[in-house]
Nanobody, 122 residues
Framework: QVQLVESGGGLVQAGGSLRLSCAASGRTFSSYIMGWSRQTPGKEREFVAAISWGGGSTYYADSVKGRFTVSRDNAKNTVYLQMNSLKPEDTAVYFC???????????????WGQGTQVTVSS
C-alpha cells in the first residue's frame, strides 16, 4: 500500500502559478503510476494528469495541456504538479492518486491523498 499527502494549494490570481507536491510513503513508490485529479462541489472527480512509473510518459486532460506539468522524483517518493497560467475554472480540490496498474485515467486509481484546495481568483 501507499499513503499520499498533498501540499502546495492556496489562493492565486488568474494567470499565476502554483506547484502541488504529493509525498508518498512505502518502499514501492517507483512501481506505481501516479497522477492528479480534481473535484468541485456537485461534480465527479476528473482526470487532470498522470505520469508513468519511471516518468517517461505523461498524460494530460485537454483542459490543462500546455499549462500544467506533472513530474516525479522517485528518490524522494514525491510527485509534483506545476500549474501555470491558472484560470478561475481551475478552482477545485486537487487530489494526488496512485495505482499499481498502468491506466492513466486517475479517477479509477486505488490510493488517494486527502486533497488540497486550489482557488484561482479573477
Amino acid at each position: 500500500q501507499v499513503q499520499l499527502v498533498e501540499s502546495g494549494g492556496g489562493l492565486v490570481q488568474a494567470g499565476g502559478s502554483l506547484r502541488l507536491s504529493c509525498a508518498a510513503s512505502g518502499r514501492t513508490f517507483s512501481s506505481y503510476i501516479m497522477g492528479w485529479s480534481r473535484q468541485t462541489p456537485g461534480k465527479e472527480r476528473e482526470f487532470v494528469a498522470a505520469i508513468s512509473w519511471g516518468g517517461g510518459s505523461t498524460y494530460y486532460a485537454d483542459s490543462v495541456k500546455g499549462r500544467f506539468t506533472v513530474s516525479r522524483d522517485n528518490a524522494k517518493n514525491t510527485v509534483y504538479l506545476q500549474m501555470n497560467s491558472l484560470k478561475p475554472e481551475d478552482t477545485a480540490v486537487y487530489f494526488c492518486a496512485a495505482d499499481p496498474g498502468r491506466n492513466y485515467y486517475t479517477p479509477i486509481y486505488n490510493y488517494w491523498g486527502q486533497g488540497t484546495q486550489v482557488t484561482v481568483s479573477s
